[in-house]
């Protein structure tokens, strides 16, 4: 006799007792119908109420002893199922019951009885097991959204669940598909910004990316005339592996661009609003991987500028002149922290050539750019939805973007005595500038989202932490990209 | 007259001698049943050794040479302060008992002991379910046991603290119920033992060649011999064998076979200081540690040497197989299969260890666990290895040495490429291999499992693994089936001299 039978006995007899105690008190101080009625609601149905209770725990107490008799065969045994069965009958609601019982039909390769006791089980209990040992009966089955099903509501009750995390990375593997490759490269995270980790692509495969880039620059450095231009970027990346360790890429960028723009009509200053739109300059992307062990790289690359965007708009959408930035990446994944990118690239920049307009020569400084990234991945278990569509992981960033602008000079057209950046009429004359540079750090915060089917959607801003004394920009920087990887 | 009295007196007296003479021969008679009727008288001083000692009464049995002293046979022992069988120095061969609910260890195996345990059910002791302690040397033999739910493991090996019994708990019975005691063993403090059977059951096995008690590893060092097969150890506190040695000069020679190991907390195996250990064709699954744990323990203790092969070792937490403080003997881990662990399949550390013909397959979670995972330089023997579906790579290994001929496929995330077993991107090389590239022989590639989803990770005729391993007379395929093809090793557990042979449909021994 159990101690949990013993005080339900007691209960009983306690509550029985006084209940006629106090029934025969009314009978003999009050009345026969008082007393009657007293019994009638405090005995009878109570008492039932309290009577089934006391069964049921009796039942359950005795299907604790079935099922802890079925553990000690433990061997998938007529006689261990037996006890299992003894115990849910005797209590119906014995979870653990039905998932031993499940997982001796389940060895027993009886499916159908396996996934009628792993279900119940499943909905009785707040345990994992139950819904992978159902995953692993679908998976058995060749059923994998099922067991991918299963799988994953087991993660979320328990998402250390290391036998479901097992055989959902295999139901992926099989299922599958060949883009688990790309997938899991897509999974190495990226700076938003900088864009260029110290990775190569593998051989055959392609990254193309999208960005949406708006700012609002105080000076442009193709025409380094301080006016506000409003600017937005729609910037495509091309990238593909020629070999394992040397990938190129083509970046072309459609540019809009809002500017107010001072002309001079005489000697009156006229102010516009000037909108342009067109095709930018294209970088062409060359980029070789000289070592790279585990999960860190080191790359050299060189970006040259194709001068597609016409330079004699107002504002210019090119620069007009082929360029060249060499540089040096590096990426490495630290352990328990993520991924770490530095890169450094010097743009070189070149002389206006004067015979094309001898009046207007502007030679900008040598730039220096330097960007460090530390990008946090977070697993995302279990698929939560963003916009519909189930995310596999985040990745929060963080960036550093240094960049040092050296000195313009040249010579540019005065007209009345002041600087002008657009045609007129009228006198003009040459005169030596000098526009200064200096060193300009933003801070950048961004978040990636990683999707199913090596889909990426980033978020980021950058934000100018220092800046020159004449700064270029004071504005922060919107970006929102996408990417995807192919083969 | 007088003529008639003396007549009647005559007679009366013939009446009486007759009487006496009825009853004097009844009384020899019942003197002589008596004698025939009456037993031997038991000997309670057994020291030559020829006799068996009966506790339950069976007949005796005429048994000789390394036969037991003392047989227990068919007891139900149960509810003891300390242990249900205490053996100390002598043979003892424990058999057909029901053994639960002692205050420590269910049978005490110690001081130069021999004993044979078999096809008992020893289980809910507060202790270890069997312990083999003491300095002294010991033979052992634990077969065909159902040993579960101890408390601490299911067999502990190489003791050295005494037993203590907790305070709180508050046992009906004796210290031991039964304590056989070498040279004058005797039967004391007897509490409850009913007899389930007057059948003696079957006869008590001999040894079979293995390593004997009291062998010398090392000049001084004793050793305790324990031989462990077709036992089912499960849901016990602590490992199911933890086989460590607490006595400096003393070392274990543990061999394990044919025996399920599962659902124990503290992993299946744990082997630490000096041991050497053969563990084969046993099944270790769903242990809540690793499946086999072979340290170094703290202190000048030697490492254990192990040889582990032709195990099914499945759904540990850990790792299939931690030996990061173990060496290799001379045969290694070969022809082991060893998948949905939770750590790595095989994690070794410096020492130089033999991996060999093994099939290691979806090993790892989210965050670590690969096929092979190597923890410290050394310069290890890895060949002829299948290794798939592993989460964080397939070799993980210090150095572009010491392996070769190896299959991998669909390890770290890399896909299930590729056509060509000998060409893929560096990506994948880098993912299947750790960073490392791929030497001699070594393959990326769909291994062709007959069915993995179902784990059955046979070859179909089809696989590059058959035949793809190294082609040297030393690891040539003897057994066909379930090798495959020619004579040259077929990689996985399928191939090589040690080939094995199982049935993924068949019950869970």
Redesign the interface.
């Known amino acids: 006799m159990t101690p949990q039978r013993h005080r339900g006995k007691e209960v009983i007899t306690l509550y029985f007792s006084l209940c006629l105690c106090v029934s025969v008190v009314f009978y003999v101080l009050s009345s026969v119908v008082f007393s009657v009625v007293f019994s009638a609601v405090f005995l009878f149905f109570p008492g039932q109420a309290i009577c089934a209770d006391y069964a049921k725990a009796n039942d359950c107490a005795k299907a604790k002893e079935w099922y802890q008799q079925g553990?000690?065969f433990?061997?998938?045994s007529f006689e261990e199922m037996t006890c299992y069965q003894k115990a849910v009958e005797l209590c119906p609601e014995y979870a653990e019951a039905h998932e031993r019982l499940g997982n001796i039909f389940k060895?027993?390769?009886q499916w159908d009885m396996a996934v009628k006791e792993l279900q119940l089980a499943g909905e009785m209990s707040n345990g994992s097991d139950p819904h992978t040992s159902l995953g692993e009966i679908y998976?058995?089955?060749?059923q994998y959204d099922l067991a991918i099903q299963e799988f994953q509501i087991a993660l979320d009750i328990r998402p250390?669940d290391?036998?479901a995390?097992?055989?959902l990375?295999?139901i992926y593997?099989?299922s599958?598909?060949?883009?688990?490759?790309?997938?899991?490269?897509s999974?190495i995270p990226s700076p938003i910004f900088s864009r260029e980790p110290g990775f190569t692509l593998?051989?055959?495969?392609t990254l193309f990316d999208l960005q949406l880039q708006y700012s609002q620059i105080k000076r442009e450095w193709i025409a380094p005339v301080e006016r506000s231009v409003n600017v937005w970027k729609l910037i495509t990346g091309i990238r593909y592996g020629l070999t394992?360790?040397f990938m190129v890429g083509v970046i072309p960028k459609m540019l809009w661009k809002n500017a107010n723009v001072h002309l001079w009509e005489g000697s009156v200053e006229q102010k516009y609003q000037s909108s342009v739109y067109g095709l930018g300059d294209t970088i062409i992307l060359l980029k070789q991987c000289l070592w790279?062990?585990?999960?860190t790289s080191w790359a050299a690359s060189l970006n040259i500028n194709i001068p597609t965007g016409d330079e004699n708009r107002i504002p210019p959408l090119g620069s007009g002149k082929y360029e060249f930035m060499p540089g040096l990446a590096f990426s490495t994944s630290l352990r328990n922290i993520g991924y770490l990118h530095a890169n450094l690239h010097y743009f070189f920049t070149r002389q206006r050539d004067e015979t094309l307009d001898p009046g207007y020569r502007l030679d900008p400084g040598d730039e220096f750019s330097y960007n460090i990234a530390l990008c946090r991945p977070v697993?995302l278990?279990g698929a939560p939805y963003f916009l519909s569509v189930p995310v596999t992981g985040l990745v929060g960033v963080v960036e550093l973007n240094g960049v040092y602008i050296g000195k313009s000079r040249g010579y540019e057209k005065i007209r009345g005595g002041e600087a002008s950046t657009g045609p007129g009429t009228g006198s003009t004359s040459l005169r030596k500038t000098t526009y200064p540079g200096g060193n300009t750090l933003c801070w950048s915060p961004g978040v990636q989202l990683l999707f199913y089917g090596n889909m990426k959607l980033e978020l980021g801003i950058q934000v100018p932490i220092l800046i020159p004394d004449d700064p270029w920009i004071t504005k922060p920087v919107y970006q929102i990209g996408v990417t995807r990887f192919f083969f | 007259m007088n003529t008639y009295k003396k007549q009647a007196n005559h007679r009366s007296t013939e009446a009486l001698r007759a009487k006496y003479l009825t009853l004097l021969c009844t009384c020899a008679s019942l003197w002589f049943i008596c004698l025939l009727v009456s037993p031997a008288p038991a000997q309670t001083n057994n020291s030559q050794g020829d006799q068996p000692q009966i506790v339950t009464g069976s007949p005796p049995q005429t048994v000789t040479g390394d036969s037991p002293q003392i047989v227990i046979l068919d007891n139900e022992i149960y509810a003891n302060n300390v242990s249900a069988v205490n053996i100390q120095g002598n043979r003892v061969s424990v058999e057909k008992c029901t053994i639960y609910q002692n205050g420590n260890a269910g049978i005490v195996v110690d001081n130069d002991a021999q004993a044979l345990i078999q096809n008992n059910r020893i289980y809910s002791q507060e202790g270890a379910g069997i312990t083999v302690m003491g300095a002294g040397s010991a033979q052992v033999s634990i077969i065909g046991n159902q040993i579960h739910q101890n408390k601490m493991a299911g067999l502990q090996l190489g003791s050295k603290d005494r037993m203590v019994v907790p305070v709180h708990r508050s046992f009906k019975k004796n210290p031991s119920v039964i304590l056989a005691q070498g040279g004058n063993q005797t039967n004391k403090g007897f509490g409850q033992i009913s007899n389930l059977s007057k059948s003696l059951g079957d006869k008590t096995k001999g040894e079979d060649g293995k390593a004997k008690a009291g062998d010398k590893i090392q000049e001084g060092l004793t050793t305790i011999t324990v031989d462990i097969q077709n036992n089912r150890i499960y849901h016990n506190g602590e490992s199911g064998i933890k086989c460590q040695s607490e006595y400096p000069q003393h070392s274990i020679f543990l061999t394990a076979e044919y025996n399920a190991i599962f659902q124990n907390r503290k992993g299946g195996i744990l082997v630490a200081n000096a041991a050497k250990v053969a563990l084969r064709n046993n099944s270790i699954y769903e242990n809540h540690k690793a499946g086999v744990s072979a340290n170094r323990s703290k202190g000048p203790s030697p490492i254990p040497q192990v040889d582990i092969y032709q195990n099914i070792i499945r759904g540990n937490e850990e790792s299939g197989l931690e030996l990061t403080g173990a060496c290799s003997g001379p045969i290694g881990v070969c022809n082991n299969l060893i998948f949905h662990n939770g750590g790595s399949g095989i994690r070794f550390g410096a020492s130089t260890m033999r991996i060999i013909n093994n099939t290691i397959v979806s090993n790892g979670n989210l965050s670590q666990g690969s096929g092979i995972d190597q923890q410290e330089k050394s310069i290890p023997f890895i060949a002829n290895n299948i290794l798939a579906y592993n989460f964080k790579t397939g070799l993980n290994i210090k150095r572009q040495k010491g392996y070769s001929h190896n299959l991998f496929f669909a390890n770290g995330g890399s896909g299930t490429c590729c056509d060509d077993c000998y060409s893929s991107s560096k990506f994948t090389e880098n993912k299947q291999l750790g960073g490392r590239k791929r030497n001699q022989g070594d393959m990326i590639c769909d291994p062709g499992f007959s069915n993995p989803d179902l784990f059955d990770f046979r070859l179909n005729t089809w696989s590059p693994a058959i035949d793809g391993g190294i082609p040297s007379p030393e690891f040539e395929d003897l057994h066909f089936p379930p090798s495959q093809g020619g004579r040259q090793n077929d990689m996985g557990v399928t191939g090589g001299p040690l080939a094995f042979s199982w049935d993924p449909n068949a019950p869970v021994p």
């Open positions: 553990i000690s433990s061997d998938d060895a027993r390769q998976r058995m089955q060749g250390l290391k036998r995390q097992s055989n990375e295999y593997r099989m599958g598909r060949d883009e688990e490759e790309e997938e899991e490269h999974l593998p051989m055959g495969k394992n360790s790279s062990r585990k999960q697993p278990i």
